[in-house]
């Protein structure tokens, strides 16, 4: 499982947890978790946002997150 809590200072964590059969009956297993440091200390809603002002500025239509993207991921989303 990976966890991702932009507020924490630990941002990524993956848990190792699974489920076992014995004898019939199911045993819920959790094993070591794993700390990703990620070097980043500015918020994401920021970045986007200064991202999609400085789209509006320029005039570019290549942004990193314009609508087919903001579509392919409603797509996907509704295809789980």
């Known amino acids: 499982m990976l966890i ?3 507020m924490a200072k ?3 964590v993956l848990v190792e947890r699974r489920v076992e059969s014995c004898n019939g009956e199911f045993r ?3 094993g070591v978790s794993t ?3 990620i070097d980043d200390t500015e918020e994401p809603l920021y ?3 200064r991202e999609f002002l400085a789209t509006i500025k320029s005039g570019k239509t ?3 997150s314009d609508g087919q993207l903001g579509l392919d991921v409603v797509k996907t989303i509704e295809s789980m």
Do not use: F
Request: with cysteine; hydrophobic share 35%.
């Open 35 to 37: 700390t990703i440091p």
């Open 4 to 6: 991702y809590d932009m």
């Open 47 to 49: 970045k986007e946002m």
């Open 62 to 64: 290549d942004c990193l």
């Open 28 to 30: 819920h297993i959790e």
């Open 10 to 12: 630990n941002k990524v």
